[in-house]
């Protein structure tokens, strides 16, 4: 469950921090104000990542922090490895969020961009329905869905003695994804 929680959030505040609020920003042409200033493009992107991760690092340690006190989750044995993943994880789908924030061109459209992102992700990702309940064509789809990465890396850290360098492969899809974004 803190899995797909963890996921979910990452999710929302890429797709609905970023790409949402990007639109909502040009539609009240704070981003025309930006032309003016003596910065670059550059620093923005970035700011906007930060602003994603320091938003998420207290939602992480509070899930999990419920997770251990009230549901008697075990302590994690790798606790930097999972918040270095949930990391790289907020900053792929900031990255995808800053695309969509890039091309839609009103808060309407904005919205349909990303539901037809998000559910997508969501449930073929397999935070909420397993990859291996899946069919076999379903699998081999999933398999080109960033947020399948995500899922997979947070799961092993969190069940196993997995750390992030036991899950390269995830960590170099989301690296991936957030350069591509």
Known sequence: IVNMVLVIGILGTGFFGAGMRTVMDREANILRRFKVAPITAGPLLVSQLVVGLVHYIPVT?????LAHFIYGMPPLEHPGSLFAFVLIGVVAFRAIGSIIG???????????????????MLFLGGATIPIPFMPNWLQMVSQFIPSTYLTTGITSILQGHATIWDNLQPVGALILTAIVG
Do not use: C, G
């Open 61 to 65: 340690v509070l899930v999990l922090v």
């Open 102 to 120: 890039a091309v839609a061109n009103s808060m309407a459209e904005s919205q349909i961009i990303i539901q037809l992102l998000y559910f997508p």
